[in-house]
């Protein structure tokens, strides 16, 4: 079997939502609707989590500098002191999940934001690409709202690669 080694840190996610006031006033501060977006709980209180059956790194909330070696980046909270994280492959093909389901009150705007990291080592010759993708579902699950690609990998490249970014939607 081939395998991809790689591995994806999620550091922090927040939707703050802002609520127009009625007269002119001093802003208000955004209501957080994320529970535990930074994973300082040290654990994934307030998150459901899916992992494949046998990955190559378990997800877990993890502090900073793991590393699963292979060239790899060791983990680096961008907000606290922890950060979700996986190893981006295993024995499938299969998906890694993280989610929660979040409320917007009616007539408000929200903006989420969030930080990731992505890195993988192509040496064993994979066959199939991997990606990470952001998705938007309506509560409770079903089809995607909206699905942003955020990485796909190259499976024709043998580099080692590594990607990084924040997004707010």
């Known amino acids: ?30 209501q957080q609707l994320i ?13 459901g989590t899916d992992d494949i ?14 590393t699963p070696g292979y060239g790899l ?28 389901d979040v409320s917007i009150p009616a007539g408000a705007e929200a903006t989420l934001t969030f930080d990731w990291r992505v890195g993988w080592n192509l040496f064993a010759s994979p066959t ?8 938007v579902e309506p509560g409770g699950g079903g089809a995607p709202l909206q699905t942003t690609n955020l990485v796909t990998t190259n499976i024709a490249s043998t ?5 990084r970014g924040r997004r707010t939607r």
């Open 53 to 66: 059956g046998i990955p190559f790194v378990p997800l877990d909330v993890r502090g900073a500098g793991f």
């Open 73 to 100: 980046f060791a983990t680096a909270p961008t907000d606290g002191s922890f950060v979700a994280d996986n190893g981006f492959d295993g024995c499938g093909p299969d998906t890694i999940e993280l989610w929660q």
């Open 159 to 163: 580099a080692t690669a590594r990607s």
């Open 1 to 30: 079997m081939k395998k991809l080694f790689a591995a994806i840190a999620l550091a922090c996610a927040a939707v703050t939502v802002a609520f127009a006031p009625a007269a002119p006033a001093a802003p208000a501060a955004p």
């Open 128 to 135: 199939l690409n991997r990606s990470l993708d952001f998705r």
């Open 35 to 47: 529970v535990n977006g930074s994973f300082e709980t040290g654990n994934f209180t307030g998150w």
